[in-house]
């Protein structure tokens, strides 16, 4: 029963998302924990609802965009992803390399060069049928981070303290960084992925079309939806959480607030944490990377073919598809040859996260008109507490974001 949303739940773990968690367990311990509770429902409704979408329209986010609004909030939406995703495909690559390297010795460069080639490759020539299930077992990396942090002492007293209470702070740095877990968390590639791949899948199964169409299929795949989306979201946040718990028990605790890549979170883990802790949280980021560059190269070439109308889908066929998986490898090459001439993507990863966090909003918006719009949705639109919650995810990433530039402001 589980598909695109475990994958899009664990995708969200990425390389860049782990250095993002790492960052803000080091510089503030157990003071971002509370974000992982507060974020799940609400990254739970979006997904839900974007997934629904693709499932009952039989086309995906960018797709229904552009059938419904106007270009001029269509492509400056999917300009932004292809940007962010690339620059994330970028450090992603990069972190599996010096992972690599910093268990197996030799030139990081080569082995950053190699996942790229692996990973287009695979993207490219293996059908989304079979590559589906590659992504799916991937997604069992994710629990390194759960076997790291229980190879330290845990003080659950304090933690389950901080999570149920935070101590919020109105200072512009912790507001920043809230904007970006937020952006990390509720991202725009993980809504366009999850309704692409429900697309994906209706288009693969002979006896399935879009429930507009097929109506009386609508509650099984409901349901499917339903748990697969929660199961998905609910490993996301809980590794993002002991991620987070992790670096705050090690690097926080022993002064170390500066961690600014998941290579250098696992490298500064050794001489507090141990050699076991350092080797598992290195081979999660290699795990991880494999699993979430194909989400940010697919989920941009997604956005970006439903845009201009052109053929798409990992099922199809390289000369069926040319633009779409020419927009793919588009990303893949950009994103290794930043790490070859000597830009550094990982200084942009954190600000891309708060530009995500950002962009997430009128993205949300539009989904949510969309959602509840029966010449969209036809009987399906949205109510009840999936309307409501996703209502309430806008108004509070709007919130955030309007509170850091505010601040920002006053600064």
Known sequence: MLGPGLITGASDDDPSGIGTYSQVGAQFGFGMLWTMLFTFPLMVCVQLICARIGRVTGEGISGNLRRHFSPRILFPIVVMLLLANTINIAADLGAMGSALQLLAGGPAIVYTAFFAILSLVLQVFVPYSRYVRILKWLSMALFAYVAAAFSLTIPWRDVAMRTVVPDISFKSEYITAVVAIFGTTISPYLFFWQASQEVEDQEAAPTEQPLIRAPKQARAEFARISTDTYVGMGIS???????????????????????????????????????????????????????????????????????????????????????????????????????????????????????????????????????????????????????????????????????????????
Not at 343 to 369: K, Q, S, Y
């Open 237 to 411: 946040n809980l590794v993002a959480f002991f991620i987070i718990l992790t670096t705050a028990i090690t690097l926080h605790a022993h002064g170390i607030r500066d961690i600014d890549t998941a290579a250098q979170a696992a490298t500064a883990l050794r001489p507090i944490a141990g050699h076991f802790a350092f080797t598992v949280f290195s081979l999660g980021i290699i795990g991880t990377g494999l699993l979430a560059v194909p989400v940010l190269a697919g989920s941009a070439a997604y956005g970006v073919a439903e845009a201009m109308r052109w053929k798409f889908g990992m099922e199809r066929r390289l000369g069926q598809a040319t633009q779409f998986y020419g927009v793919i490898a588009a990303a893949m090459l950009v994103g290794l040859t930043m790490n070859f001439i000597g830009i550094d993507p990982i200084r942009a990863l954190f600000w891309t996260a708060v530009i995500n966090g950002v962009v997430a909003v009128p993205l949300i918006v539009a989904i949510m008109l969309m959602a509840s719009r029966r010449r969209v949705m036809r009987q399906f639109v949205v109510s009840g507490y999936l309307r409501w919650m996703g209502w309430m995810t806008a108004g509070v990433m709007t919130a955030s974001v309007v509170t850091m530039f505010v601040l920002w402001s006053s600064a």
